[in-house]
Each structure stands twice: as structure tokens, then as C-alpha cells.
């Protein structure tokens, strides 16, 4: 049987890892659980996260976000403010998660806030450099047709590590390595693809150039647009 403090610790790195996708949706969430359900009791000294300033300022951020992250060039600039943003958020979400009475109450963090919140910080700054890192690929795969697609993807992903944060802790673990497979090969995929474009063009451009030093004369529309 898994240990208070480690469900405790999965709880909060799930919180966490959602925040680096989307800091307002754990937060709503969050929010919504502690104050509205017997699932989550928040510890008095981070309960004013169940209040209706923070889940009213929650869900108008949450509406931007939604809405700037799935414009292609726009949702960039968005996770560059973004970084500053999710660690914050994730550090904050951790230890109140940690210390919380979700699965198990866990004294360790009740104790030991700042390590839950240095880890929460740290785990949404990986996730969300992922994430940064990843959409520029996809963008550029896709035309920015792609942005959309990935955007809903990410929040649908956080609204899952949220709910199994919370119901079935365990299995963070594997959304975890499913993040990572994921990220790795978008990843993988955009290089080649970039590789791949810049050797056609290459080969185009070294082509018209042979042309030219044989005294082909090349259509103006067809040297435009190779």
C-alpha cells in the first residue's frame, strides 16, 4: 500500500504538471473541489484558494487562455508571459494539494511547505517548457492549423491530471511518461521535417543555379516559387 506522504506527493505533482499546461484550470478546479465537495480540505493557511475572488479572477483568466492559446504566432508570445506565470502557480498548487486531505493527510508537508512549493515550481516549469517547446513544432508542421488541436489537447490533459490527481493518484506516474513520450516525438518529428524542408530547398536552390551557369533560362514564376 502506497504511503500517505507519497499520495500526497503525486496529488501535487499532478496539480503541479497541470498548472504547466494551463495554470487557471487546476486552480478553478481546485477551487471548485475544496469549497463545493468533501474531496479536497485545503489547509488554513492556503484556504483562501477556495474563495470566490480567486475562483471568479480564476475563470476570467482561464477565458483568455482558452481563447490566445489556440491562435497560431499568438499562443507563443502567451506561453512566454506564461513563464512566469505556471511555475508560480504549480509551486502554489503543490503544496496546497501536498498538505491537503486528498487521499491521505500527510504531516511531512504539512511541515515542509517550501519543499512542496519549490517542487510544484519546478515540475510546471518542465512541463510548461515542454509544452513551449513543442508548439512552434507543431506550428510549423501544420501551418498553424495544428494550434487549435494542440491547445484543446493540453487542456484536456490538464483537466485529466487534475481528476486523477485527485481520485486515483497513482497513476500520475503514467501520465507522466505519456507527456514525455508525446513531447519527444513531436519534437522529433518538427526537426525532421524542418531538416527535410531545408534539403529541398537546397536542392532547389543549387538546381536553378546550374541553370544559370548553363544557360537555362528559368520561368520567373518557377524560380518564385521553388
Not at 53 to 76: Q, R, S, T, W
Not at 94 to 112: K, L, M, N, P, Y
Request: proline share 4%.
Amino acid at each position: 500500500m502506497v504511503e500517505g506522504w507519497a499520495l500526497a506527493l503525486l496529488t501535487g505533482s499532478g496539480f503541479a504538471a497541470a498548472a504547466g499546461l494551463n495554470a487557471y484550470i487546476p486552480i478553478v478546479m481546485l477551487a471548485a473541489f475544496s469549497r463545493f465537495t468533501n474531496l479536497v480540505e485545503l489547509p488554513n493557511s492556503l484556504s483562501w484558494l477556495e474563495s470566490w475572488p480567486v475562483i471568479i479572477i480564476g475563470l476570467v483568466f482561464l477565458a483568455g487562455e482558452l481563447v490566445l492559446d489556440k491562435i497560431p504566432g499568438v499562443d507563443n508570445i502567451n506561453d512566454l508571459i506564461q513563464s512566469l506565470v505556471r511555475p508560480v502557480v504549480g509551486g502554489i498548487l503543490f503544496a496546497a494539494t501536498a498538505a491537503s486531505t486528498v487521499q491521505a493527510e500527510s504531516s511531512f508537508w504539512q511541515e515542509h511547505p517550501w519543499i512542496a512549493g519549490v517542487g510544484g515550481a519546478i515540475i510546471a516549469a518542465g512541463v510548461h517548457t515542454g509544452k513551449a517547446a513543442s508548439r512552434p513544432a507543431v506550428n510549423a508542421a501544420t501551418g498553424g492549423t495544428g494550434a487549435p488541436l494542440a491547445s484543446f489537447a493540453e487542456d484536456a490533459t490538464a483537466i485529466a491530471l487534475v481528476l486523477i490527481a485527485v481520485f486515483v493518484p497513482v497513476l500520475v506516474i503514467v501520465v507522466f511518461v505519456v507527456l514525455g513520450l508525446a513531447l519527444y516525438r513531436i519534437v522529433t518529428t518538427g526537426r525532421r521535417r524542418r531538416r527535410r524542408r531545408a534539403l529541398l530547398e537546397a536542392e532547389g536552390r543549387a538546381a536553378r543555379e546550374a541553370q544559370a551557369e548553363a544557360g537555362v533560362k528559368t520561368s520567373w514564376w518557377r524560380g518564385r516559387w521553388r
